[in-house]
């Protein structure tokens, strides 16, 4: 059986390349497809496609955000500062903020402009073969690797919590498919007491006219094809749980089915207790559906 996964996780995983520490944090939230979103130091977007891959190998829905992190320890960041643009960026944002009555740009904002800052010599740093792109795919491995087994772990949790609902939804198909009012007896004496009601006397009734009458409204109010498309539905959803894999569309579909049959049994409800039984199992229904929510 394929264990079951959650579309939210978060891992982090770190390793040291050279004088370099390598950092990933991932983190994934639902999505109803795959969506994966990196962000890269400057330099290392050529790596973006091959990275996004190996993580959508181990994800098959959500959306997925990466974040890698380069740390230098005792050594000065290898880059060099675009003087020129600098000093034209810094003239041009001050007189603009000059005429806006606004405060002159700081140096932090202008460092932070696309070009001022070059990192071209973390080129050497990355190419084939070469350890520092190797230490990134590996320990973006390890982080996949974590975050795998964070939505794996929460899978478990959400299969426990949906398993609980369905025990629930059964127990209330049990409970409303044996309640006396559901039956013919009861059906004919509710009419009784309705055309008693209007005719002001209940012994002048035909009693063959009664039962016809019994049997029809019997018939329109009948519920038994919903309560065993609703324990079909169950035994479904189970069985899906027991599968395991990336199963949370179809059972978002069966929920749907759920809801379908739980409002017809609230239209066709002739009775109070009928009512209340219906609108349990559309709030039952509606609580698995927000957990069915979160599964791959």
Request: aromatic share 2%; glycine share 6%.
């Amino acid at each position: 059986m394929t264990s079951i996964e959650s579309m939210t996780g978060f891992a982090r995983a770190e390793r040291m390349s050279g004088d370099t520490r390598v950092v990933w944090e991932l983190k994934s939230v639902n999505g109803k497809s795959l969506d994966i979103r990196l962000r890269l130091p400057p330099g290392f977007e050529r790596l973006e496609l091959a990275l996004k891959k190996r993580l959508a190998a181990t994800c098959q829905r959500g959306n997925v955000q990466g974040v890698l992190g380069l740390e230098r320890t005792g050594v000065a960041p290898p880059f060099t500062v675009n003087e020129a643009l600098f000093s034209a960026a810094a003239a041009t944002l001050t007189e603009l903020a000059r005429r806006n009555g606004l405060a002159p740009p700081s140096v932090d904002a202008l460092l932070a402009l696309r070009g001022i800052i070059d990192p071209k010599s973390e080129d050497a740093l990355i190419g084939e073969n070469n350890p520092m792109e190797t230490a990134i795919g590996e320990t973006l491995a390890e982080a996949a690797a974590a975050l795998k087994a964070a939505r794996q772990s929460e899978g478990a949790a959400l299969a426990a919590v949906i398993t609980g609902h369905l025990d629930r939804i059964a127990s209330l198909i049990d409970k409303t498919a044996a309640d006396p009012s559901r039956s013919r007896d009861h059906v004919k004496a509710r009419l009784r007491r309705l055309v008693a009601e209007l005719m002001e006397a209940g012994a002048a009734l035909d009693e063959q006219r009664l039962n016809a009458e019994a049997a029809i409204i019997a018939a329109k109010a009948d519920i038994q094809e919903e309560l065993d498309r609703l324990a079909a539905h169950v035994a479904a959803a189970r069985a899906l749980l027991a599968e395991g894999g990336t199963i949370g569309r179809r059972l978002d579909f069966l929920a749907q089915e759920f809801n379908r049959e739980a409002n017809t049994i609230c239209s066709k409800a002739g009775s109070a207790a009928i009512t209340e039984y219906g609108l349990e199992l559309k709030t039952v229904i509606d609580q698995m559906r927000e957990q069915i929510q979160n599964i791959e």
